[in-house]
């Protein structure tokens, strides 16, 4: 999923779930199983494009959601220190394969086994069915976490 989606769940969870391990620990859990839904994002097709393209796409829009997701909700989730741990910790994973597509082909082992683990239930879709179930999960968490 993109950034924006993981770091928009995030806030759900903070919005539902005051204490900041438990939340994060959540959010953190929760990137992978939302990545099991099929769903665009800037990963799909990278082979298609240079890197730098791809590595300016993604740190354009991790920023993005970072800041966007932060500022957007900050005065409705209570917890701001919950609130910025859970969307960061919502896109640590992403964050622990990047080096792995910076350095290849000469890539530490670990970074290759980081993401080998992420990719094994990764499952992409291509636009637009894979924005529009990436809107459905993202509308389902948003609802949960902040009006049910």
């Known amino acids: 999923m993109t950034s924006i989606a ?11 779930i005051g204490d900041p391990l438990t939340a994060g620990s959540l959010a953190f859990a929760t990137h992978f199983l939302c990545d099991m839904i099929p769903h665009w994002d800037l990963g799909t097709n990278w082979r298609n ?3 730098s393209v791809t590595g300016t796409l993604a740190i354009v829009e991790t ?4 800041i966007g997701t932060y500022l957007l ?3 409705v989730v209570p917890n701001q220190s919950t609130l ?8 640590i ?7 792995y597509y910076i350095l290849m082909p000469n890539s530490p082992k670990l970074f290759y086994y980081l993401y080998k683990v992420q990719s094994i239930a990764h ?3 291509q636009y637009p069915w894979g924005v529009v179930t990436q809107v459905v999960t993202v509308v389902g968490f948003l609802w949960v976490g902040f009006w049910v």
């Open 6 to 16: 993981h770091a928009l769940i995030g806030a759900a969870i903070a919005a539902k």
């Open 49 to 51: 494009r240079p890197r």
């Open 63 to 66: 920023l993005v959601a970072l």
């Open 73 to 75: 909700f900050s005065s």
């Open 84 to 91: 910025a741990i859970t969307i960061i910790a919502s896109l």
């Open 93 to 99: 994973p992403d964050w622990l394969e990047a080096p």
């Open 123 to 125: 499952e992409r879709l």
